[in-house]
């Protein structure tokens, strides 16, 4: 059974970071995509960043270009998104999410294992 548990998120001042962490358990992440998406309150969930199988192609949505960033440890089978210059707006329900493929996609219906997210919040 694939498992994923994000943690890290929390209540920061706008212009602070966070260091998402994802930790999958029941399968190894190494031959598989992995994104990161984010749902605010009543907003529809949506792509943030994405990671390739074998980390090599990266994707952001263009509103966290330059601020976040998508990395994964195959060894602790865990994934991260590190947060800088946090706004406002990037308040929402963060989650993980992990695919049977290796391309990065942008879609939650093409991702198959998803986690229960944390909830970042931003304060101007």
């Known amino acids: 059974q694939v498992q994923l548990v994000e943690s890290g998120g929390g209540l920061v001042q706008a212009g602070g970071s966070l260091r998402l962490s994802c930790v999958v358990s029941?399968?190894?992440?190494?031959?598989?995509?992995m994104g990161w998406f984010r749902q605010a309150p009543g907003k529809e969930r949506e792509f943030v960043a994405g990671?390739?199988?074998?980390?090599?192609?990266?994707n952001y949505v263009d509103s966290v270009k330059g601020r976040f960033t998508v990395s994964k440890d195959n060894a602790k089978n865990t994934m991260y998104l590190q947060m800088n210059s946090l706004k406002p707006e990037d308040t929402a329900v963060y989650y993980c999410?992990?695919?049977?493929?290796?391309?990065?996609?942008?879609?939650?219906?093409?991702?198959?294992?998803w986690g229960q997210g944390t909830q970042v919040t931003v304060s101007s």
């Open positions: 999410a992990a695919r049977d493929g290796t391309g990065v996609r942008r879609l939650t219906h093409e991702y198959n294992y």
């Open positions: 029941g399968r190894t992440i190494s031959g598989y995509a």
């Open positions: 990671i390739s199988w074998s980390g090599g192609t990266i």
